[in-house]
């Protein structure tokens, strides 16, 4: 019973030594695959069937074995590829532009949408009220009271 679970212990330790292998959480090549970019077809390397594309996801899948960080491997790429091997732009120096720009595009458009709506409701002309002449007869009166007088 005992060489039973120490044999189990040993066998657990054994295929548990790769996992333990790496100090940090392990990335994938799934997750790698959206935030890269085929540098031939220019998408991101989950759609691309490219040779290019191929000789990517073989360096990142060796460099995952290897246990390196996804940072690790974005950088190394940037250092082959340039900038452009990413699907989005990073969040900082001139290339924070590309994340605030779009927002700040809809929000002036929004106030200069609002500011012409609020103009143009101040704009609206006053109804004119109506001429003192315009006031019925007796007769219509009395005959639109009649009829007035047939619904109640």
């Not at 990335?27 to 220019?42: D, F, I, K, N, R």
């Amino acid at each position: 019973m005992i060489l039973r679970i120490a044999a189990a212990a040993a066998a657990a330790l054994v295929f548990a030594a790769p996992a333990a292998a790496c100090v940090h959480p392990r990335t994938s090549l799934a997750y790698l695959e959206g935030q890269v970019m085929c540098p031939t077809c220019h998408t991101t390397l989950d759609m691309s069937d490219s040779a290019a594309a191929q000789q990517i996801k073989g360096f990142i899948t060796k460099r995952i074995a290897q246990c390196a960080t996804a940072r690790q491997i974005k950088s190394e790429l940037v250092a082959n590829y340039g900038q452009g091997i990413l699907a989005a732009p990073s969040h900082t120096g001139f290339d924070l532009l590309a994340w605030w720009l779009p927002i700040a595009g809809v929000l002036g458009g929004a106030l200069v949408l609002a500011v012409g709506v609020w103009q143009w409701s101040r704009r609206r002309e006053p109804t004119e009220p109506a001429p003192e002449g315009s006031e019925l007869d007796e007769e219509t009166e009395r005959r639109l009271d009649d009829l007035l007088a047939r619904f109640d």
